[in-house]
């Protein structure tokens, strides 16, 4: 089950739509499994912590085998899939990414949303820690927000930071191997890479995002 919700935050908006009633702060949705007829309650607290609880409807009694690591049988097997479907639904529907943890990489994310509409695309399951932005006139990215390790950028820490990659036609000047270094992964004369650690100013990299999005357009590379 944990699995689904692994680097995810509730948004309440779409666990309304979904059919969840907020009750004494609690989000509740209640389902019967289709096949078993099993009660199905959801609960997902104010700190976004989910609960379930699934009711036995012969016995009226809680059920848990379904909770078991590596449950076999046919009937339990059985619930165990209809469970992990609905949650798996749940996930997809009322949960939105939570990968980056610096509160610049979160708020670049929103500046994005909120100017181009734009959102992270996570395309690599083995690397849940790295999205792209991109157009949507020409599918190009402008942005990409990642995680790597600081030897990565040539410092000697091996802890990880979160950095930015935007386009740019002015990389040799403005690069300095402390807070802005040439592309990570990208073509170094044309990408930039900023780290999200608030040595930067926010306006600054706003700016950047912007001249990203418009060479995008116009860039081939």
């Avoid at 059985?78 to 943890?101: M, T």
């Avoid at 792209?132 to 990880?160: C, H, M, P």
């Amino acid at each position: 089950m944990t699995d689904f919700f692994t680097n995810k935050k509730n948004n309440k908006a779409k666990l309304l739509k979904f059919g969840f009633t907020l009750e004494n702060g609690l989000f509740i949705y209640k389902q019967i499994l289709p096949d078993n007829k099993f009660k199905l309650t959801v609960f997902i607290d104010d700190k976004g912590k989910l609960h379930t609880k699934l009711i036995d409807p012969e016995t009226n009694e809680l059920y848990t085998l379904h909770l078991l690591e590596g449950v076999s049988g046919n009937f339990a097997g059985k619930i165990k899939k209809e469970y992990e479907q609905i949650l798996q639904k749940i996930a997809g529907e009322c949960f939105d990414p939570d990968v980056f943890k610096t509160r610049q990489a979160n708020d670049l994310i929103k500046y994005i949303k909120e100017k181009y509409n734009d959102e992270p695309e996570f395309l690599w399951e083995k690397f849940a820690g790295n999205a792209i932005v991109r157009r949507k006139d020409n599918l190009k990215w402008y942005a990409a927000f990642l995680s790597v390790s600081k030897q990565k950028l040539g410092f000697s820490e091996t802890s990880s930071v979160e950095i930015i990659d935007l386009r740019t036609i002015d990389a040799d000047k403005i690069i300095d191997n402390k807070t802005v270094f040439p592309g990570y992964h990208m073509n170094k004369k044309h990408w930039i890479t900023i780290i999200l650690d608030n040595s930067v100013p926010m306006d600054y990299i706003k700016k950047r995002i912007d001249e990203s999005y418009i060479l995008a357009k116009k860039n081939k590379k």
